[in-house]
């Protein structure tokens, strides 16, 4: 089951939310370069500046206990995400991986 994961369009922001069982610590910040995500898992932390692409896997590997991973999409084409269009037009989305 994928979850979108609400965003506000600003260029520095860190939220909490609840994934899988799991409490989800992510922080987004715009740079010159592009938009980097860190993320922790129940306090540990798991992903550290990655640069946030169009519909790549952040995490890309298991984090702990957390069996899924998050992508940003780009709902009007194929863009890198900004922080301009967060929550709108860059929407990110957590699915659990399969079992097989």
């Not at 089951?1 to 409490?23: E, F, N």
């Not at 740079?31 to 500046?49: F, I, M, N, Q």
């Amino acid at each position: 089951m994928a979850v979108v994961i609400p965003l506000g369009a600003v260029a520095y922001q860190s939220l909490r939310v609840p994934l899988s069982g799991h409490a989800v610590r992510l922080t987004l910040q715009q740079r010159g370069t592009g938009l980097y995500a860190a993320v922790w898992v129940d306090d540990v932390p798991v992903l550290a500046g990655a640069l946030c692409q169009d519909r790549t896997w952040l995490v890309r590997h298991s984090a702990g206990a957390l069996p899924g991973d998050m992508a940003f999409a780009d709902t009007q084409g194929t863009q890198d995400p900004d922080y301009t269009g967060l929550g709108s037009r860059f929407v990110l989305v957590y699915a659990e991986r399969g079992n097989g």
